[in-house]
Protein backbone atom coordinates (compact mmCIF):
# COMPACT_ATOMS: atom_id res chain seq x y z
CA UNK A 1 0.00 0.00 0.00
CA UNK A 2 1.21 3.20 -1.04
CA UNK A 3 1.91 6.11 1.67
CA UNK A 4 0.33 9.24 1.96
CA UNK A 5 2.42 11.65 1.80
CA UNK A 6 0.37 14.44 1.12
CA UNK A 7 -1.73 13.30 4.08
CA UNK A 8 -5.08 14.20 2.20
CA UNK A 9 -7.31 12.96 5.59
CA UNK A 10 -5.51 16.04 7.49
CA UNK A 11 -6.17 18.74 5.34
CA UNK A 12 -10.16 17.34 5.05
CA UNK A 13 -10.12 17.60 8.40
CA UNK A 14 -9.00 21.02 8.36
CA UNK A 15 -10.57 21.87 6.36
CA UNK A 16 -13.81 20.74 7.89
CA UNK A 17 -12.62 22.28 10.89
CA UNK A 18 -12.79 25.76 9.02
CA UNK A 19 -16.23 25.08 8.15
CA UNK A 20 -16.92 25.16 11.55
CA UNK A 21 -14.50 27.86 12.52
CA UNK A 22 -16.72 29.93 9.98
CA UNK A 23 -19.86 29.27 11.26
CA UNK A 24 -19.03 29.91 14.57
CA UNK A 25 -17.77 33.48 13.39
CA UNK A 26 -20.67 34.32 11.54
CA UNK A 27 -22.82 33.23 14.95
CA UNK A 28 -20.38 35.67 16.79
CA UNK A 29 -21.10 38.43 14.44
CA UNK A 30 -24.46 38.24 13.61
CA UNK A 31 -26.16 35.77 15.72
CA UNK A 32 -28.07 32.60 14.76
CA UNK A 33 -30.63 33.22 11.77
CA UNK A 34 -33.75 31.79 11.71
CA UNK A 35 -34.36 28.08 13.73
CA UNK A 36 -30.67 27.07 13.47
CA UNK A 37 -28.89 26.25 16.52
CA UNK A 38 -25.48 23.88 17.68
CA UNK A 39 -24.79 21.09 19.26
CA UNK A 40 -21.16 20.73 19.82
CA UNK A 41 -19.43 17.73 21.92
CA UNK A 42 -16.02 17.77 22.68
CA UNK A 43 -12.96 16.49 25.07
CA UNK A 44 -13.56 17.81 28.37
CA UNK A 45 -9.48 16.90 29.54
CA UNK A 46 -8.57 17.62 25.90
CA UNK A 47 -5.49 20.13 25.71
CA UNK A 48 -6.87 23.81 26.03
CA UNK A 49 -9.79 22.96 27.24
CA UNK A 50 -11.26 24.87 30.05
CA UNK A 51 -14.18 24.10 32.14
CA UNK A 52 -14.54 25.36 35.84
CA UNK A 53 -13.69 22.43 38.65
CA UNK A 54 -17.56 21.75 39.09
CA UNK A 55 -18.50 20.98 35.30
CA UNK A 56 -15.00 19.14 34.85
CA UNK A 57 -16.07 16.93 37.74
CA UNK A 58 -19.47 16.41 36.31
CA UNK A 59 -18.02 16.00 32.57
CA UNK A 60 -15.03 13.95 33.21
CA UNK A 61 -14.74 12.42 29.31
CA UNK A 62 -16.54 14.79 27.12
CA UNK A 63 -19.22 17.34 26.96
CA UNK A 64 -21.95 18.47 24.81
CA UNK A 65 -23.15 22.31 24.45
CA UNK A 66 -25.65 23.69 23.31
CA UNK A 67 -25.52 27.21 21.53
CA UNK A 68 -29.21 28.20 20.63
CA UNK A 69 -30.77 31.42 22.94
CA UNK A 70 -29.17 31.80 25.96
CA UNK A 71 -25.13 31.69 25.32
CA UNK A 72 -23.16 35.15 25.24
CA UNK A 73 -19.54 36.63 23.91
CA UNK A 74 -18.58 34.15 21.52
CA UNK A 75 -15.44 34.51 20.73
CA UNK A 76 -13.82 32.79 17.69
CA UNK A 77 -9.97 32.43 17.19
CA UNK A 78 -7.54 30.96 15.12
CA UNK A 79 -7.40 27.60 17.36
CA UNK A 80 -10.61 27.88 19.37
CA UNK A 81 -13.43 29.33 20.64
CA UNK A 82 -14.81 30.96 24.06
CA UNK A 83 -18.46 31.30 24.73
CA UNK A 84 -20.41 32.19 27.80
CA UNK A 85 -23.14 29.62 29.35
CA UNK A 86 -25.27 29.09 32.48
CA UNK A 87 -25.26 25.39 33.66
CA UNK A 88 -27.96 24.97 37.17
CA UNK A 89 -28.47 28.99 36.89
CA UNK A 90 -24.35 29.47 37.70
CA UNK A 91 -22.44 31.42 34.69
CA UNK A 92 -19.39 29.81 33.10
CA UNK A 93 -17.08 30.38 30.41
CA UNK A 94 -15.72 27.75 28.78
CA UNK A 95 -12.69 27.34 26.26
CA UNK A 96 -12.87 24.71 23.46
CA UNK A 97 -10.12 24.60 21.47
CA UNK A 98 -11.04 23.20 17.92
CA UNK A 99 -9.00 20.03 17.85
CA UNK A 100 -10.71 19.13 21.01
CA UNK A 101 -14.24 18.70 18.73
CA UNK A 102 -15.80 15.22 18.41
CA UNK A 103 -19.08 16.35 16.21
CA UNK A 104 -20.92 19.36 15.64
CA UNK A 105 -24.36 19.15 14.73
CA UNK A 106 -27.33 21.68 13.10
CA UNK A 107 -30.75 19.88 13.66
CA UNK A 108 -32.85 22.63 12.28
CA UNK A 109 -30.94 21.29 8.91
CA UNK A 110 -29.73 17.75 9.65
CA UNK A 111 -26.27 19.07 9.10
CA UNK A 112 -23.54 17.30 11.60
CA UNK A 113 -19.62 16.54 11.50
CA UNK A 114 -18.16 14.02 13.22
CA UNK A 115 -14.40 13.89 13.73
CA UNK A 116 -12.34 10.68 14.68
CA UNK A 117 -11.39 10.12 18.56
CA UNK A 118 -7.82 9.39 16.66
CA UNK A 119 -7.94 13.08 15.22
CA UNK A 120 -9.13 14.54 18.86
CA UNK A 121 -6.74 12.67 20.78
CA UNK A 122 -3.90 12.33 18.98
CA UNK A 123 -3.04 15.54 16.74
CA UNK A 124 -0.09 16.28 15.70
CA UNK A 125 0.53 19.63 14.24
CA UNK A 126 1.00 19.61 10.31
CA UNK A 127 4.67 20.23 10.17
CA UNK A 128 5.46 17.05 12.19
CA UNK A 129 3.29 14.82 10.73
CA UNK A 130 3.61 11.17 10.67
CA UNK A 131 4.36 8.57 7.73
CA UNK A 132 1.03 6.51 8.78
CA UNK A 133 -1.02 5.18 6.32
CA UNK A 134 -4.43 6.67 5.98
CA UNK A 135 -6.29 4.46 3.71
CA UNK A 136 -8.27 3.45 7.03
CA UNK A 137 -8.39 6.85 8.39
CA UNK A 138 -11.24 8.88 7.47
CA UNK A 139 -10.92 12.40 8.93
CA UNK A 140 -14.49 13.00 9.56
CA UNK A 141 -18.08 12.46 8.37
CA UNK A 142 -20.53 14.70 6.92
CA UNK A 143 -24.00 14.87 7.08
CA UNK A 144 -25.49 16.75 4.56
CA UNK A 145 -29.53 17.12 4.50
CA UNK A 146 -31.33 16.14 1.51
CA UNK A 147 -32.41 19.12 -0.82
CA UNK A 148 -35.52 19.84 -0.46
CA UNK A 149 -38.41 19.51 -3.09
CA UNK A 150 -40.02 22.00 -4.50
CA UNK A 151 -43.16 21.12 -5.78
CA UNK A 152 -43.87 17.35 -4.47
CA UNK A 153 -47.44 17.51 -7.09
CA UNK A 154 -45.19 17.66 -10.22
CA UNK A 155 -44.60 14.34 -11.99
CA UNK A 156 -41.60 12.69 -11.32
CA UNK A 157 -39.41 12.88 -14.44
CA UNK A 158 -37.77 9.93 -16.03
CA UNK A 159 -33.88 9.98 -14.87
CA UNK A 160 -32.86 8.69 -17.83
CA UNK A 161 -30.79 11.29 -20.03
CA UNK A 162 -31.40 14.75 -20.98
CA UNK A 163 -34.28 16.74 -21.98
CA UNK A 164 -33.62 18.44 -25.49
CA UNK A 165 -35.18 21.71 -26.03
CA UNK A 166 -35.12 23.60 -29.67
CA UNK A 167 -34.78 26.77 -28.88
CA UNK A 168 -37.55 28.14 -32.13
CA UNK A 169 -39.88 26.96 -29.44
CA UNK A 170 -38.98 30.12 -27.32
CA UNK A 171 -39.01 32.50 -30.40
CA UNK A 172 -41.86 35.29 -31.47
CA UNK A 173 -43.20 34.18 -34.71
Same mark, same amino acid.
Given at each position: ???????????????????????????? +????????? $???? $?????????????? /????? +?????????????????????????? $?????????????????????????? /?????????? +???????????????????????????????????????????????????
Amino acid at each position: MATDHIRYDVLARDALRGVLRRVLIDAA +EHGLPGEHH $FFIT $FLSTAEGVKLSPRL /LAQYP +EEMTIILQHQFWDLTVLEDRFEVGLS $FGGIPERLVVPFNSIKSFFDPSVQFG /LTFEASDVAT +ESPAGNLPAVPAAAQVPATLTVPEPAVENQDAPAKPSEGAEVVRLDRFRKK
